[in-house]
């Protein structure tokens, strides 16, 4: 089979799926659940929910992390059966055993979180389980130079043949997008597409939407950021507790119709705590030289200062490539410095391993919670009581009450949505798996906290309860320095917001700073 990844198509409207061709005017419904139900044991994910997906058109999907929404997703992509209801495309009832069956149907879908085989390149990730035939087996060269056009359409300069595992996050995200591109199907559904890619990655991925829906492409579309999913909407749908609780078309609708329906009413992301003195400087950074880990010939972070009080909580906002992200891990210990000095209460920790730099009162949370911040194999409770392990351990011995009392009090603390220690990690919703990342750093006592953005792929509800965490632990003398690509987040609890510009501080605000002065200080404007 010889797939074509080109981005024509026979008609705006016209789509063949191999038996026949199925034609249809642009907001025509080409998918819909009806009174479809979804039980997990006791909990009820979806209780009979009405669901419709128009063709050339924009559906967006918004609520809270749990209500529903991906479970939702993953039923209509046939990756999990539905408890009760039926699925009708073009107005007859269907049943997709898999991912594969859906995908034949012309249904492919972007997940929330990555599924690329990271050992394997980006060619093979784009065409696996759908390898391109030729006369002598499997036509590489084909599939290269699909994949080149894929990456081209998408402004991506990436190689083919580069192992998945040396791309940064958002180039991974622009594979993952590219592998359901290739399949030229006549659904789409984006489950969180832009979660970790930069403000030019979105343009040009809202580009490739607008060309899709130009082709009769429907598209299901997910995301936390509101205002951005308000610019591509047609249509807007609210799931609360696994039910819909709104309908409306894109005129109807604006940011405060969603938070209201999706939250209630009064709703906010908090502001700095206030009540409490500042302590001394509880982080230091002095000339701070950092390498680019990709390319040891550029430097990602250049001579940057910075200092962070006990009690202070700090902003660090910039565009991709502004050297956030290597700050945050150079300060850990995860990645080196050429030159400078990092100093946490006065003592300096260059030199001192990750282990240690946790047990000094430094931790990070990172950006990347399934590969980093997770062990997709353990419990809730074995997560979360992972890096206090040396609290309640001597010799080669455990104390499994110290360690359940840790467990409990995290769960406690962070307020965990969970059954109990005991549940799959992979049973909690995206915004509680956060928490647990949280809570395991904060299990360990810190006095100094990072946060490599902290509300990535979390809804706005479990977003507001992560930076009231946050409020709390700087009352209590914590220092917390965190990054965020979102605007909105500066204007929340921060009593500093520091904006980064290849590698360097741009500048510098108090917490009464406008969005427009943070955008401007980074290169960006406010249209963008």
């Not at 997906?53 to 999907?61: D, F, P, W």
């Not at 300069?157 to 592998?179: F, M, N, S």
């Not at 329906?261 to 700095?272: A, K």
């Amino acid at each position: 089979m010889n797939n074509n990844t080109s981005l024509d198509s026979t008609g705006p409207d016209t789509f063949d799926l191999g038996v026949q061709a199925v034609h249809h005017t642009v907001g025509d419904i080409v998918l819909s659940a009806r009174n479809v139900a979804k039980s997990f044991g006791n909990v009820h994910a979806l209780k009979g929910v009405n669901f419709d997906i128009h063709c050339g058109q924009v559906t967006t999907l918004f609520g809270e992390n749990g209500a529903g929404k991906s479970t939702l997703m993953k039923i209509l992509s046939g990756v999990i059966q539905p408890s009760s209801g039926e699925i009708l495309l073009d107005d007859t009832a269907v049943s997709f055993a898999s991912t594969s069956d859906a995908q034949r149907q012309g249904i492919s879908i972007i997940h929330q979180e990555l599924s690329l085989a990271p050992n394997l390149s980006v060619r093979d990730n784009i065409f696996m389980g759908r390898e391109i035939a030729g006369p002598g087996g499997i036509d590489y060269a084909e599939e290269e130079r699909q994949t080149r056009a894929l990456m081209e359409e998408l402004d991506e300069p990436i190689d083919p043949l580069t192992p998945v595992e040396e791309l940064r996050l958002g180039q991974q995200q622009i594979v993952e997008i590219a592998r359901a591109l290739s399949a030229r199907s006549r659904i789409l559904i984006m489950d969180e597409p832009t979660s970790a890619l930069s403000a030019s990655e979105v343009e040009v991925l809202f580009r490739v939407i607008a060309d899709l829906k130009n082709r009769g492409v429907a598209i299901v579309y997910i995301s936390h950021h509101l205002e951005e999913a308000l610019q591509i909407t047609d249509h807007a749908v609210v799931l609360r507790d696994g039910s819909m609780t709104a309908v409306a078309e894109r005129k109807d609708i604006d940011l405060q119709w969603i938070v209201r329906h999706m939250v209630g009413e009064g709703f906010d992301l908090g502001s700095p705590p206030q009540g409490h003195e500042m302590g001394e400087v509880a982080l230091s950074l002095d000339r701070v030289v950092i390498p680019d880990p990709a390319n040891q010939e550029r430097i990602a972070v250049d001579s940057l200062s910075l200092d962070i009080k006990a009690g202070e909580i700090v902003c660090i906002y910039g565009l991709m490539g502004a050297g956030r992200t290597e700050l945050l891990e150079a300060i850990a210990g995860r990645l080196p410095i050429s030159s400078g000095r990092i100093l946490l209460e006065g003592r300096e920790i260059v030199g001192t391993t990750i282990a240690q730099r946790i047990e000094q009162g430094l931790v990070l949370v990172p950006e990347d919670r399934q590969r980093d911040g997770l062990v997709q194999t353990m419990s809730v409770g074995q997560n979360l009581s992972l890096a206090s392990i040396g609290t309640f351990t001597r010799g080669l011995f455990t104390s499994r009450q110290r360690e359940q009392q840790v467990i409990d009090h995290s769960i406690g603390n962070v307020h965990i949505k969970t059954d109990g220690g005991h549940a799959g990690i992979d049973s909690l919703s995206g915004g509680n798996q956060q928490k647990v990342v949280i809570g395991k750093m904060l299990a360990t006592q810190p006095r100094a906290v990072l946060l490599d953005e902290p509300s990535r792929g979390i809804d706005i509800g479990a977003k507001a309860e992560v930076f009231k965490l946050l409020a709390e632990g700087a009352s209590k003398g914590l220092a917390v320095l965190y990054t965020t690509s979102e605007v909105g987040e500066c204007l929340s609890i921060a009593h500093r917001v520091i904006v980064m510009s290849r590698g360097r501080i741009s500048a510098e605000f108090d917490s009464n700073v406008t969005k427009e002065q943070i955008m401007a200080a980074s290169g960006e404007s406010a249209a963008a």
